[in-house]
């Protein structure tokens, strides 16, 4: 990777509340290893999936096929892209899966409205302190940057996360696309049934896991995840 038919660009999108730097240090090493460019999203909190739309439609514009992923939400909006766009992907990187369909009760769109409503109600400041305190110190130190960042506009970026409509069940059974899907074996706000449900219901997918303390001392292991379990899946091809 790259050749004449291989992508040499890939286009990866955070989860709710991240920022493109996170993305990027979770990506850009493996796939530069591969020989492909890294393209890590900042999202507009002020319409975050067309943001991302926008930079994946300005990528397959420009460089044809390209490689497509994210983290949560942001993996969701990409493999939804990638069915929309089959001649344009060569491969979609899909990093903690929320949920399938229709968010509903999902434990993340669950805790993106209760944030949305929590910062509203009593400010950026008591709210991030208070997620600090009862979250992993490296995700808390992660959220504590980019949500300042993505201020004032962060509640309404995750009440717009809380409502998107991911690929539905008879949606990921349309894909074609090959996918490779990491998934943390101890993450409840991500669970692992997600990413066993696309695995199963994608014709072309492979799945690998991980654990949140191996994210939390290199985020990088998220897109070598991604790319192992990509690979299994262009090796039996």
Avoid at 71 to 93: E, F, K, R, T, Y
Avoid at 188 to 202: F, G, I, K, N, Q
């Amino acid at each position: 990777m790259p050749s004449d038919d291989r992508p040499s660009v890939a286009v990866v999108l955070p989860g709710t509340g991240s920022d493109a730097d996170f993305v990027a240090r979770a990506f850009t090493e493996p796939l530069t290893s591969r020989g492909v460019r890294t393209v890590a999203v900042e999202p507009d909190p002020r319409r975050v999936v067309g943001s991302y739309l926008d930079a994946l439609d300005g990528a397959a514009a420009q460089h044809g096929r390209i490689l497509v992923g994210g983290v949560s939400i942001g993996a969701a909006v990409a493999l939804q892209w990638a069915g929309s766009h089959p001649d344009h992907v060569a491969g979609v990187l899909a990093a903690l899966p929320a949920w399938t369909g229709t968010a509903a009760d999902a434990p993340a769109a669950a805790s993106a409205r209760f944030t949305a409503a929590r910062l509203r109600a009593d400010g950026l400041e008591q709210v991030t302190a208070e997620m600090i305190a009862s979250s992993p110190q490296w995700l808390g130190r992660e959220l504590a940057k980019s949500w300042r960042s993505q201020w004032p506009h962060l509640p309404a970026a995750l009440d717009e996360a809380s409502e998107y409509h991911a690929p539905g069940l008879d949606d990921l059974e349309r894909i074609t696309a090959p996918v490779g899907i990491a998934a943390a074996t101890d993450d409840a706000v991500h669970p692992l049934e997600v990413a066993r449900t696309w695995s199963e219901r994608l014709p072309h997918a492979g799945l690998v896991t991980v654990t949140l303390d191996e994210i939390g001392a290199d985020p990088a292991v998220l897109g070598c995840t991604c790319l192992s379990a990509l690979d299994s899946v262009l090796h039996t091809a």
